[in-house]
């Protein structure tokens, strides 16, 4: 048995061991604390984890078990899954046999059997071979599918439901609300107006309005545990965004800053956005080991950057001391910037427009000796140029 605990994991932060490297073994794998891989984690044996479980990369192994809650940014293949706690996977997942404890987030994949015990949240498409009890609700963003059936108190698909389903409350194809109109088979549908016409063109604007937004869903379900249930598939992609803004903000206390960077690029197999904000990362990195160039279009383009950084990079100490150096105290100095670096058009118009985009950054008077030192390229000074404009030049 390989044993992944503080005396091989590369750091710590917060609770939390952390392990850099690809994890692939053929033995059985336990893991004694909370933990975070960075990479993949694969065995031909087991992998059993006593407490919670954070994998940027992908899970695979014959029987998975894990105390608490388990949170994959790739792929998971197993035999078993066994899960105590709360389980999100937000690529695929191919199991022949699942048990959690909790709610459910999967992004797509195939299931032979088993139980969750709370609500299950499925991204695109899960596929069942066998029976999958769900003790609570279902809610799949494109559809059900399979030669099994699902258990649940209600289901609500967006574009298709080619699964058996046994359902206490509702079983919802919002692509054919209509139909269900039509029929008169609208038990979950709040029908107030007489008016046919009315409320069809009704039913049309929610289909269009549900294709990229799940809003106004209350004008057609009468049933506010089927609209919590909605409203809690938007908020998850959301809550776990700022969780990992979180951890990465608390990670400056044990990481050096290029595992921070890691920990970005990692984090962007879930969310797109943070690769921005690795770039912004590195930028401030790069510059912190120079000295600001007391130049105006540099300084624009730092006090732009600060501008574009996210609330949570802003707090870490790293991000702070860098605008403290390159932007706060830079202000001070504004009278003696240089604007030689200004050599064409496109960079007296970039100059300008970062400075208007930014005008809430400085004071009445830091604007205007910008402003001065930026029109001072072409020989002309502000006010004239206001002149001009005020007489319709």
Do not use: W
């Amino acid at each position: 048995m390989i044993e992944l605990d503080f005396t091989n994991a590369d750091t710590m932060t917060e609770d939390k061991l952390v392990f850099y490297k690809t994890v692939n073994k053929t033995d059985n794998i336990k893991i004694d604390s909370s933990a975070i891989m960075m990479q993949d984690i694969i065995t031909t044996g087991n992998i059993n984890a006593n407490y919670s479980l954070i994998v940027f990369g992908n899970i695979e192994a014959s029987n998975i078990k894990v105390s608490k809650d388990l949170i994959c940014f790739g792929t998971i293949k197993c035999d078993s899954l066994n899960v105590t706690g709360s389980l999100k996977c937000f690529k695929n997942i191919v199991i022949k046999e699942i048990n959690v404890a909790d709610d459910a987030f999967i992004n797509s994949g195939m299931i032979g059997s088993g139980i969750i015990d709370g609500n299950l949240f499925v991204g695109q498409t899960i596929e069942v071979e066998e029976v999958l009890n769900v003790s609570k609700n279902v809610f799949c963003n494109e559809g059900a599918v399979g030669n099994g059936y699902i258990k649940c108190n209600n289901i609500i698909c967006y574009e298709y439901m080619e699964i058996d389903v046994e359902s206490i409350g509702s079983s919802l194809l919002l692509e054919e609300i209509k139909e269900h109109i039509k029929t008169n088979n609208a038990k979950s549908i709040d029908i107030k107006e007489p008016n046919t016409d009315v409320l069809l063109k009704k039913i049309d604007k929610l289909l269009r309005d549900l294709k990229g937004r799940m809003i106004e869903i209350n004008d057609v379900i009468n049933d506010n545990e089927l609209i919590n249930l909605i409203n809690k598939a938007k908020n998850i992609s959301v809550s776990l965004c700022k969780g990992l803004e979180e951890l990465i903000y608390l990670s400056e206390n044990d990481l050096e800053f290029d595992k921070i960077c890691d920990l970005m690029l990692a984090a962007s197999r879930f969310n797109p956005v943070f690769k921005e904000h690795h770039r912004l990362f590195k930028e401030i990195l790069d510059y912190s080991e120079t000295h600001p160039e007391n130049d105006v279009m540099s300084f624009l383009k730092f006090v732009d950057m600060k501008r574009n950084v996210p609330e949570y990079m802003l707090k870490m100490s790293i991000c702070q001391d860098f605008f403290e150096v390159f932007v706060d105290r830079q202000k001070k100095h504004i009278k003696d910037m240089r604007n030689d670096s200004i050599r064409n058009q496109s960079q007296f118009v970039f100059c300008l427009s970062v400075l208007e985009k930014n005008r809430d950054q400085f004071t009445d008077d830091e604007y205007l000796m910008l402003t001065e030192k930026l029109y001072g390229v072409i020989g002309v000074k502000p006010t004239m140029v206001q002149k001009f404009i005020s007489i319709g030049g």
